[in-house]
């Protein structure tokens, strides 16, 4: 052989090598991200899943891909958006909220899915126990809507003169039933009145306010939901508007300068996600991770916004309080 034509095949033969080292290499995993809400309001949920991603050595575009699907608060179209998932072939299903979980279940058995909840997910079907769930679905709940009658006793204690008692729900999330006959049941003991208020997307928290305003409600309890998450600004501000002593479910309510919050930290919850994600991109098996439920629950009042109110709380309350916000 020639020494030029031997030069030339050993440059294409040097050419090829990267492609063919390239497919040889495994397909970069990819993470389907199922989201009830919008981008804007949501943004939090994904920012804090990609952070804890990075702390288990996923970094999207460089070794992990995200599908991202949002349900734009119209919680009917998750069942497609996660069957979607499912016809991508995404290597895990991480789903954001109660009716994302349900959907999610409901479009595969055998792909992983991470969900992360404010309910009981025993309780509603989701596994069958908390320590092995004997299924391809593993998570965190965050106590979100076990927690709603405790939040009325609460929300009474500060507010005592409040005969009548609003409550603000998502009527589409799947546990809704159960918590306002939770909230109606404490209501009975306490002697209240409750009137319900229903958003189902962004344009429909406005009119409920006003609609609540109407009965001549004396405090108003926000309920945990993925509508209502998201937008602890806009439900401040509203709240402000009408002058409504109001409890939510988040501590970042109160730092946005809502009343008085009580729950668990959805923060922590979204790191346990982000964590068992990475896990099972390893190669965990989600019927080896167990359900993680929270245990720490905090109390937050804003005493800057009592004042606002004409409020003053019991010393009781400041007592047992997590959080004083001044």
Avoid: C
């Avoid at 050419?15 to 943004?43: E, F, K, N, T």
């Avoid at 109660?98 to 596994?127: H, Q, Y």
């Avoid at 991109?281 to 004042?307: C, F, I, Q, Y």
């Amino acid at each position: 052989m020639r020494r030029r034509e031997f030069i030339t095949l050993l440059g294409g033969a040097a050419a090829a090598w990267p492609l063919a080292a390239r497919a040889q290499q495994p397909a970069m995993p990819v993470i389907g991200l199922l989201l009830g809400g919008s981008p804007g309001p949501d943004a939090f949920r994904v920012d804090a899943i990609r952070q804890d991603l990075q702390e288990v050595g996923y970094v999207e575009g460089q070794n992990v891909a995200i599908e991202y699907r949002w349900a734009q608060d119209q919680y009917e179209r998750l069942p497609a958006l996660a069957a979607d998932l499912v016809h991508r072939r995404v290597t895990v299903i991480v789903a954001a909220g109660n009716a994302a979980t349900i959907a999610a279940k409901g479009s595969t058995t055998t792909i992983p899915i991470i969900f992360e909840v404010g309910n009981d997910p025993v309780m509603s079907g989701v596994v069958a126990s908390l320590a092995r769930s004997d299924s391809n679905l593993t998570g965190v709940t965050f106590l979100g809507g076990e927690l709603a009658a405790k939040q009325l006793e609460w929300l009474h204690e500060a507010v005592p003169q409040a005969a009548v008692i609003g409550l603000l729900e998502n009527p589409t999330n799947p546990n809704s039933d159960a918590v306002r006959n939770d909230v109606q049941a404490a209501a009975d003991r306490l002697g209240l009145q409750v009137v319900v208020g229903k958003a189902i997307v962004e344009s429909d928290i406005e009119p409920a306010f006003a609609l609540l305003v109407q009965h001549r409600i004396g405090a108003l309890l926000v309920r945990s939901d993925v509508l209502f998450n998201g937008r602890p600004e806009q439900l401040v501000a509203l709240a402000g508007r009408h002058a409504l002593p109001t409890i939510y479910p988040l501590r970042e309510f109160a730092v946005a300068g809502g009343l008085v919050t009580y729950g668990a930290s959805l923060r922590d919850a979204l790191r346990q996600v982000g964590i068992y994600a990475g896990q099972i991109l390893k190669g965990a098996s989600p019927r080896d991770l167990p359900v993680v439920r929270a245990t720490k629950v905090e109390l937050v009042v804003n005493l800057k916004t009592a004042k606002v109110l004409g409020l003053t709380f019991p010393i009781t309350l400041l007592g047992r309080a997590d959080e004083v916000i001044e």
